[in-house]
Each structure stands twice: as structure tokens, then as C-alpha cells.
């Protein structure tokens, strides 16, 4: 079988979410005829993602072709066509943080001889100016296909005068459970009393996510036994202020265990999930957490909406309001069969909804037409 070739690059400037999806596309899409070649950011604060990536099997590489930066150099763009030309891909997607469209590098692409580029934004941020909208209007005339991971996004987009015939809804997905630990066995391993009240969160740990809104919303629940254990996984440039805000509101009720390389303990552990973000994509966090039947306290923004459906599978509440998010925890926290009830229902629909399968198929036929159009304009 003749594999089409597939430049993907990451604009990412650590392990969060965009870049664990792209690594389940990079292992999954060859098994469809795709030869893909993942290329990220040569830069200081992204350089331990190629070791991580090829933990998880897939080959990856750091070139400073790619940046993390919203606009690249001239140095860069050279370096980004000569990447390009040199790959012989007939498709190149690029992965952004932020719903930017990366218009110059859209250029580089092209100047390379790339005439296929797909643009897969993963967060939905409201437009900075008329300006910013315009560049966007004016990128995605350089775009082949453009995929996005929620409504809101897809809605930003239009919204913006993109056509949307260039817009492809593909929720993210996550593998399947295979030999989770137990609740002892996680509890064990984290050194977490079996009787303590857990509240799960793995996150970067930077502004957008909140963490600070959390640590102060578990703060103002009541806890006369000291019950609750709020377990935070991730790492980031805001670990230390972090650190220090727990240790002095919370005090020895909060656990900051760092970067996780598999995060079933932390899901397996916990009671319940929270994510304070400020601004997100589609969360995949909250779609692992399903998949141990965990009800979700997360914040309205974003896709969040895609991944909790609110007062059924968990509670939705306004973003920086420790005290809506505070609540909504103590009612998860003193009612048990309404947890029960919430997280049974997440599972269920994790099942039927969050898998990876109906997400690698999606990207392969997006891929498979930019891919035959290519070889046509050839």
C-alpha cells in the first residue's frame, strides 16, 4: 500500500492536551496508510516533549523550523519552506495552542511547494480586534481543510467569515481502559488515605487553568475532619506560587505530584474531578476522568460544554468564581448517590462518545481528500 506522506508540526510549548492528541494521530494513522513525520519546537521550554513523545512510540523530532511563538521569524520561515520541500509531504497539518491560524507559516508552507495545508487550532479564544479576525479571514484562504475539536470553536470561526466548508468538527477521543489500578491500589501508590475525600486535577499548571481558583474554592468548603485531599498533577511556570498558595490555605490537604507520565493513579484515586480553566479547548482531561466514571466540576468556557453535560454527567460553573466552584464540589462531596449517579452516567457516555476510533478515522478521511487534491494539482 503506497502511505501518503504527512508533515505535522506542533506549535506547543509543553505536554498538555494538543500535544497527547497529536500523539495518538501520529501512532494510530499509519495503520491508514499514512506516513506521518512529527516535527516540534527546538526551543528550551518545549524539550521535553520528544523524549515523552517517543515514550509513547511515536517518532518525533525538535527542529527550529518550529516555533511556539504566535508569529515566527524571517529565519524561521526559511527554515520552515526548506523543512517542507525537503519532507516531500503532500499534506502538512499544523497543530496551534491558541485559535490562531499561523499565517506566515501558512506561507512557508506554501513556499516549500506544499500546496495541502490543514490548520487544527485546539483552543477557542475570542477574537483580540477587528484585525486579528481579518488575519484570520485572510489565513484560512491558505488552508486546504480546518479542524477543531468543539462547537464553540467551530462557531468562533464562522462567526469570523470563514467558510464553512473549510471547518471540520472532530471531537478528540481517548484510548480504553486497559487493567486500571484499583482505588487501594492507586491510594496506595500516592500515599492518599483510603477514607480522605480526593478531588483529581491534572493540568499545566499556567494561568489559563485556573489551579489558583481551585486551591481557593476547596479552601471555603468546610472541613472540620480535614477529609479532603486535593491532588494536582502537572507541571508548569507557575508550580512554585502555586505550591506556596496551597501550603498556606489548604496546609497539607493539597498534593502538587508534578509531571505524571501516566495518569491512571491520579483518575483512579480520586472521588471526583475539577478544572478551574480560565480559557480551554476541548479538555481532554475531562474525558479521561470519564472514562473512570469521575463526575467533573469544571468551569463554562471553551468546549468544556462538549465534554459535561450539566446536573447529568457533572456541574458546569462560571470561570474565577471560587465560590460557585466551591459549592458545586460540597454537593458532589456530601451527597454520595448523587456521585454515584453523575459519574455512572459519564461512563456511559464515554462509551458511546469519547473513543479515539470515530477521531483517527475523521483526521484519515480529512487527510485522505487534502491528500488526493494534492496529487491532482500536481
Given at each position: 500500500m503506497k502511505m501518503?506522506?504527512?508533515?505535522?508540526?506542533?506549535?506547543?510549548?509543553?505536554?498538555?492536551?494538543?500535544?497527547?492528541l497529536v500523539a495518538r494521530l501520529a501512532c494510530q494513522l499509519p495503520a491508514c496508510g499514512f506516513d506521518v513525520r512529527l516535527v516540534v519546537p527546538d526551543a528550551l521550554e518545549s524539550q521535553e516533549i520528544v523524549p515523552w513523545l517517543q515514550r509513547q512510540g511515536v517518532k518525533a523530532e525538535a527542529s527550529s523550523a518550529v516555533t511556539s511563538a504566535p508569529v515566527p521569524s524571517l529565519r524561521t520561515m526559511i527554515r520552515l519552506a526548506r523543512l517542507v520541500r525537503l519532507s516531500e509531504a503532500k499534506v502538512v497539518n499544523i497543530h496551534t495552542e491558541g485559535s490562531s491560524f499561523a499565517p506566515?507559516?501558512?506561507?512557508?508552507?506554501?513556499?516549500?511547494?506544499?500546496?495541502?495545508?490543514?490548520?487544527?487550532?485546539?483552543?477557542?479564544?475570542?477574537?483580540?480586534?477587528?484585525?486579528?479576525?481579518?488575519?484570520?479571514?485572510?489565513?484560512?484562504?491558505?488552508?486546504?481543510?480546518?479542524?477543531?475539536?468543539?462547537?464553540?470553536?467551530?462557531?468562533?470561526?464562522?462567526?469570523?467569515?470563514?467558510?464553512?466548508?473549510?471547518?471540520?468538527?472532530?471531537?478528540?477521543?481517548?484510548?480504553?481502559?486497559?487493567?486500571?489500578?484499583?482505588?487501594?491500589?492507586?491510594?496506595?501508590?500516592?500515599?492518599?488515605?483510603?477514607?480522605?475525600?480526593?478531588?483529581?486535577?491534572?493540568?499545566?499548571l499556567h494561568k489559563d487553568k485556573g489551579i489558583d481558583v481551585l486551591i481557593d474554592?476547596?479552601?471555603?468548603?468546610?472541613?472540620?475532619?480535614?477529609?479532603?485531599?486535593?491532588?494536582?498533577?502537572?507541571?508548569?511556570?507557575?508550580?512554585?506560587?502555586?505550591?506556596?498558595?496551597?501550603?498556606?490555605?489548604?496546609?497539607?490537604?493539597?498534593?502538587?505530584?508534578?509531571?505524571?507520565?501516566?495518569?491512571?493513579?491520579?483518575?483512579?484515586?480520586?472521588?471526583?474531578?475539577?478544572?478551574?480553566?480560565?480559557?480551554?479547548?476541548?479538555?481532554?482531561?475531562?474525558?479521561?476522568?470519564?472514562?473512570?466514571?469521575?463526575?467533573?466540576?469544571?468551569?463554562d468556557v471553551g468546549g468544556t460544554r462538549d465534554a459535561i453535560t450539566d446536573g447529568e454527567t457533572g456541574f458546569l460553573v462560571p470561570p474565577d468564581n471560587p465560590a460557585a466552584l466551591a459549592a458545586s464540589i460540597l454537593r458532589l462531596m456530601n451527597d454520595e448517590p448523587l456521585r454515584l449517579r453523575l459519574g455512572n452516567n459519564v461512563r456511559l457516555r464515554a462509551d458511546a462518545e469519547f473513543g479515539e476510533g470515530p477521531m483517527i478515522r475523521a483526521y484519515a478521511d480529512v487527510l485522505d481528500s487534502q491528500g488526493r487534491k494534492a496529487a491532482r494539482s500536481c
Amino acid at each position: 500500500m503506497k502511505m501518503t506522506r504527512v508533515l505535522m508540526l506542533i506549535k506547543a510549548s509543553g505536554i498538555g492536551g494538543t500535544v497527547k492528541l497529536v500523539a495518538r494521530l501520529a501512532c494510530q494513522l499509519p495503520a491508514c496508510g499514512f506516513d506521518v513525520r512529527l516535527v516540534v519546537p527546538d526551543a528550551l521550554e518545549s524539550q521535553e516533549i520528544v523524549p515523552w513523545l517517543q515514550r509513547q512510540g511515536v517518532k518525533a523530532e525538535a527542529s527550529s523550523a518550529v516555533t511556539s511563538a504566535p508569529v515566527p521569524s524571517l529565519r524561521t520561515m526559511i527554515r520552515l519552506a526548506r523543512l517542507v520541500r525537503l519532507s516531500e509531504a503532500k499534506v502538512v497539518n499544523i497543530h496551534t495552542e491558541g485559535s490562531s491560524f499561523a499565517p506566515l507559516e501558512l506561507l512557508a508552507v506554501r513556499a516549500g511547494g506544499c500546496k495541502r495545508c490543514i490548520v487544527s487550532p485546539h483552543k477557542a479564544y475570542r477574537a483580540r480586534n477587528f484585525g486579528y479576525e481579518l488575519g484570520k479571514r485572510v489565513a484560512s484562504r491558505f488552508c486546504g481543510a480546518i479542524i477543531v475539536g468543539n462547537r464553540v470553536l467551530r462557531d468562533l470561526l464562522i462567526g469570523a467569515g470563514i467558510p464553512e466548508r473549510k471547518i471540520h468538527l472532530i471531537p478528540g477521543g481517548v484510548q480504553a481502559l486497559i487493567r486500571p489500578p484499583s482505588r487501594a491500589q492507586a491510594r496506595e501508590h500516592l500515599g492518599i488515605a483510603l477514607d480522605a475525600f480526593v478531588i483529581g486535577c491534572l493540568a499545566r499548571l499556567h494561568k489559563d487553568k485556573g489551579i489558583d481558583v481551585l486551591i481557593d474554592a476547596v479552601a471555603r468548603i468546610p472541613d472540620p475532619r480535614r477529609a479532603i485531599c486535593l491532588v494536582i498533577a502537572g507541571d508548569g511556570a507557575e508550580r512554585a506560587a502555586l505550591e506556596a498558595a496551597g501550603n498556606e490555605l489548604l496546609s497539607g490537604r493539597v498534593r502538587f505530584l508534578g509531571f505524571v507520565e501516566d495518569p491512571a493513579a491520579v483518575y483512579a484515586a480520586a472521588d471526583m474531578f475539577a478544572l478551574a480553566s480560565r480559557r480551554e479547548g476541548t479538555p481532554l482531561v475531562l474525558k479521561e476522568a470519564a472514562r473512570f466514571a469521575l463526575p467533573c466540576v469544571a468551569t463554562d468556557v471553551g468546549g468544556t460544554r462538549d465534554a459535561i453535560t450539566d446536573g447529568e454527567t457533572g456541574f458546569l460553573v462560571p470561570p474565577d468564581n471560587p465560590a460557585a466552584l466551591a459549592a458545586s464540589i460540597l454537593r458532589l462531596m456530601n451527597d454520595e448517590p448523587l456521585r454515584l449517579r453523575l459519574g455512572n452516567n459519564v461512563r456511559l457516555r464515554a462509551d458511546a462518545e469519547f473513543g479515539e476510533g470515530p477521531m483517527i478515522r475523521a483526521y484519515a478521511d480529512v487527510l485522505d481528500s487534502q491528500g488526493r487534491k494534492a496529487a491532482r494539482s500536481c
